[in-house]
């Protein structure tokens, strides 16, 4: 668990839960022996401004070009992605999936939004996920070698129909919802499952 900022015990309880051993990383020494990274939702800008103070960006952006595996939810998401629209000036990224993401997409401040959702690989249409975004991105251009696992249905309707919400490019994932909060670890299990792979 990147543990800088951010829902960080939700997220190891959701890893536990998948039969993971959720550790914290606060300083670069931390990463040695890890077998993969979760990047919390959270607040993104802070988060990459403490990346940058902890001297992690680096060490972070060496591991993910090592291929380690990495999920990204909301803010996490936000740090993989190789573009950011609406971003704040200084904001930088990690990087490593080749997508566009726009942040506080579905709306700003307190706006939340949830919708049953088909994940490739990880539901059946009996068993859609129930997916919650909190002043969420989006991805808005998806580049090559990224496969989309999950869009708004179109039902909902709006802007936010048939957006593309979660993502995967080989090791690296990304939600731009928080299946940690709703108590259903499917994402969580299909991340350890793509770990243990590797
Ligand atoms: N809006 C936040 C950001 O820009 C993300 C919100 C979240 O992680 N729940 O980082």
Redesign the pocket.
């Given at each position: 668990m990147l543990a800088v900022q951010?829902d960080v015990r939700e997220h190891a309880d959701a890893l536990l839960a998948s039969g993971a051993q959720p550790v914290p990383v606060r300083r670069p020494g931390e990463l040695a022996g890890l077998h993969g990274l979760v990047i919390?939702?959270?607040?993104?800008?802070?988060?990459d401004k403490l990346l940058r103070a902890f001297e992690l960006r680096d060490p972070v952006r060496a591991a993910i070009a090592d291929g380690l595996p990495v999920y990204g939810?909301?803010?996490?998401m936000?740090l993989l992605a190789d573009e950011v629209l609406d971003?704040t000036v200084d904001q930088q990224t990690l990087g490593g999936m080749a997508i566009t993401v726009r942040?506080?997409a579905f709306g700003r401040q307190v706006d939340s939004f949830e919708t049953d959702l088909q994940v490739a690989g990880i539901t059946t249409p009996a068993t859609p996920m129930r997916a919650v975004f909190?002043?969420?991105?989006w991805v808005e251009h998806v580049g090559a070698g990224v496969q989309v696992l999950a869009t708004v249905p179109t039902a909902v309707g709006g802007p936010a129909a048939g957006r593309v919400v979660a993502a995967r490019a080989g090791n690296l994932l990304v939600t731009s919802f928080?299946p940690e909060v709703t108590g259903d670890a499917r994402v969580h299990e299909y991340f350890v499952r793509l770990v243990r792979e590797r």
């Open positions: 951010g919390p939702g959270g607040e993104s800008t802070v988060i939810s909301c803010a996490g936000i971003g942040r506080n909190i002043r969420a991105p928080h």
